[in-house]
C-alpha cells in the first residue's frame, strides 16, 4: 500500500518551549498558504520546527529529527512536550481507487526519547528554510583560497529564472549550479551587469533564489516552510514573492507555511493568516485577525466604550449607532476579523484579567445566531467545567452581541434588501442615490459584493460609500430591530461606567443617549 496526497489540516501544541494547549488549523480548501504572525518569542518558529519534525522523507525530501531543533541540554531535554498533527492522506491499493482518510498523530517527548520513533513516522516531503538562509554565503565559506567550480544546470532553471526575474524585477539571463571538490554547492546568475555566484550575492538576492530552489523542486503534496520570510525583502519584492508562491503551490498542491511580522502581508487575500497571542497560562491561535484589536484589548483603555467589531461595514454601522447614542466621542472601534476570533478575544481577555464591562464584541449575525452555538465555541477558548472556567465562559459570552439577521441571510444582502424595499423619491440627495443603486442590482455572485456593488454605481470611495449607506439605512423601518442587540449592550454599558467612574472620570460621565427606536426622517 503506497501512500500519498498527504495535506496538513491541524496541528495541536499540548506544551512544548513557550506553547501551551494551541491549535492552529490551516484551512487547505481555502488555500494551501499559510502565514504565521505574532510578536517575537511567541512560538511561530516552534511551530514550523514541530513540523519539520514529524515527517519522514518520501522521495527527496529533507530529513530532521527532533534533536535538531530541540537539543537535550544539561538544563532542558524537553520531557512531557507533547502535540498532535491532523492531516488527511490517500491510501492506494493495487487495482482500486485511492481511499482518503483523517490521521491524527500524537508525538510526545518520554524521558530519553520522542516518539513514534523516527522511521515509524509516516512518509511526506518536507523542506525547512530557516533564518540561516539569510546569511550571506560568503560570511559562512571558511575557505580563503581560490574555489574552483564544476558548473551544471538545475531540472528547475527555467521556472527559477522565470520567477526571480519576476520577483526581483531584473533582467537575468541564466541561472547555474556549481559544485566543488568538497561537495559544497553555489548558485550562480547572470543579468546585463555580469555573471556572479552566491559569494558575491546580496542577502535579500540570495534567499530569493534559495526559496525558489526548494519550492521548485520539490515535488506534489511536500509541505514547506519557510522561517520569516519577510526578512531582508523589500515591500514589491516580497509582494511579488508571495503572489508567486500562492500560485505555484495551488498548482502542484504543495502546502507552505511561513512566519512572518510584516503586516502588510495580511491584505494578500490568497493567504490563510494565523496570529499567535501568549497569555499566562495559554497560548491562543486567531484567524485572519490584525493585530490592533489585541492591543487595543490588553493595553489600558484610552475611552471608557472599547468595541470590536468584524469589518469595515460592521464598523460604520456601530459608529452611526453611537453617534445616534451620542456616545461617540467615548469610544474606540477596533476590527478583529474572522467571527471566531470575537470569542478568542474575549476568552483570553477574560482568562488574563483584562476583560471589562466597556467592551462590546460585535458579531455580524450571520455564523453564532444563537446562544448554543456561542457557548460551544467559547467553550473551545475556555475549556473546563469547574466553576472558575464556567465563570470566564459566561464573563467572556455576557460581551458578545451581534445584528439581528433573517434566517440563511448575509449581512450585505439583508442591507441591499432593506435599501431597495424603500422609495427613492422620499430621501432628498444622497438617500435617493443609494436606494435607487440598491434598486438597480438584480443579483451578485457573492452575497459580499452587493453593498460593494452599490458604492460602485454611486462612485464612492469605499470608506465615505460605507457611510453614506449607514445613514440611509439608519432612516428606515428596520434599522431599530437590526441593531437593537447591540443597543442592550451598549446601553448596559453606558448604564455601568456612570455608576462606576474612572478613566478621566467616565470622560464627565457618559450620556444615556437618545432612544434609536424612532427612526429620523429621511434625508
Known amino acids: 500500500m503506497e501512500i500519498c496526497k498527504q495535506v496538513l489540516k491541524s496541528i495541536h501544541v499540548e506544551s512544548i518551549k513557550g506553547l501551551r494547549d494551541i491549535r492552529v488549523e490551516f484551512k487547505p480548501d481555502d488555500s494551501m498558504v499559510t502565514g504565521i504572525f505574532g510578536p517575537n518569542g511567541c512560538g511561530k518558529s516552534t511551530l514550523l520546527h514541530l513540523l519539520a519534525c514529524s515527517f519522514k522523507p518520501a522521495s527527496n525530501g529533507e530529513k530532521h ?26 491510501e492506494v491499493r493495487a487495482q482500486q481507487p485511492p481511499i482518503s482518510n483523517d490521521v491524527n498523530r500524537r508525538f510526545e517527548k518520554k524521558s530519553d526519547r520522542w516518539s513514534p520513533r523516527y522511521n515509524d513516522r509516516s512518509q511526506r516531503d518536507c523542506y525547512y528554510l530557516g533564518i540561516s ?16 567550480f564544476i558548473a551544471s544546470q538545475p531540472q528547475t532553471r527555467q521556472e527559477v529564472l522565470s520567477a526571480a526575474r519576476y520577483i526581483l524585477n531584473r533582467n537575468y539571463t541564466s541561472y547555474e549550479e556549481y559544485s566543488t571538490k568538497d561537495q559544497s554547492r553555489y548558485i550562480g546568475v547572470t543579468n546585463p551587469s555580469g555573471s556572479y555566484t552566491e559569494l558575491s550575492m546580496g542577502a535579500g538576492e540570495q534567499r530569493v533564489f534559495k526559496i525558489l530552489e526548494k519550492v521548485h523542486a520539490a515535488e506534489k503534496y511536500s509541505l514547506v516552510l519557510i522561517d520569516e520570510i519577510d526578512l531582508l525583502l523589500h515591500e514589491q519584492a516580497l509582494m511579488r514573492l508571495i503572489e508567486h508562491l500562492c500560485k505555484y503551490c495551488k498548482l502542484k498542491s504543495i502546502q507552505l507555511v511561513f512566519t512572518a511580522h510584516r503586516h502588510s502581508l495580511l491584505d494578500v487575500k490568497e493567504v490563510n493568516f494565523r496570529h499567535i497571542m501568549q497569555s499566562p497560562g495559554r497560548t491562543f491561535c ?68 483584562k476583560l471589562t464591562v466597556n467592551d462590546v464584541f460585535v458579531l455580524d449575525g450571520d455564523v453564532y445566531r444563537d446562544d448554543s452555538k456561542r457557548e460551544h465555541r467559547m467553550k473551545q477558548v475556555v475549556a473546563g467545567d469547574d466553576l472558575a472556567a464556567v465563570a470566564k465562559r459566561a464573563e467572556a459570552l455576557t460581551a458578545i452581541c451581534q445584528f439581528t439577521l433573517p434566517l440563511e441571510t448575509k449581512p450585505e444582502a439583508y442591507i441591499w434588501e432593506i435599501l431597495r424595499a424603500e422609495d427613492p423619491t422620499t430621501y432628498a440627495g444622497m438617500g435617493g442615490e443609494i436606494v435607487s443603486a440598491a434598486q438597480e442590482i438584480a443579483v451578485v455572485a457573492d452575497s459580499h459584493q452587493y453593498v460593494q456593488r452599490i458604492l460602485d454605481r454611486t462612485g464612492y470611495e469605499r470608506a465615505v460609500g460605507l457611510l453614506r ?55
Open 469 to 523: 449607506v449607514v445613514d440611509t439605512l439608519a432612516t428606515t423601518a428596520a434599522w431599530p430591530s437590526y441593531v437593537a442587540e447591540i443597543e442592550s449592550r451598549i446601553r448596559s454599558c453606558i448604564v455601568e461606567l456612570n455608576n462606576q467612574p474612572s478613566i478621566e472620570a467616565q470622560a464627565s460621565i457618559l450620556p444615556s443617549g437618545p432612544q434609536t427606536s424612532s427612526t429620523s426622517s429621511p434625508s
Open 133 to 148: 538562509t539569510c546569511v550571506p554565503r560568503i560570511e559562512t565559506v571558511k575557505n580563503r583560497s581560490r574555489i574552483n
Open 65 to 90: 529529527s527532533f534533536g535538531d531543533f530541540f537539543l537535550p541540554t544539561s538544563s532542558h531535554i524537553w520531557s512531557g512536550s507533547a502535540f498532535s498533527l491532523l492531516y488527511s492522506q490517500a
Open 286 to 353: 486567531l484567524t485572519i485577525t490584525t493585530p490592533d484589536a489585541m492591543t487595543q484589548l490588553l493595553s489600558e483603555p484610552s475611552r471608557p466604550l472599547r468595541v470590536f467589531v468584524e469589518d469595515d461595514l460592521a464598523e460604520a454601522l456601530v459608529n452611526k449607532l453611537l453617534e445616534m447614542l451620542d456616545a461617540r466621542r467615548y469610544a474606540t472601534i477596533t476590527q478583529f476579523g474572522s467571527a471566531m476570533n470575537a470569542f478568542t478575544l474575549a476568552g483570553a481577555a477574560a482568562l488574563n484579567g
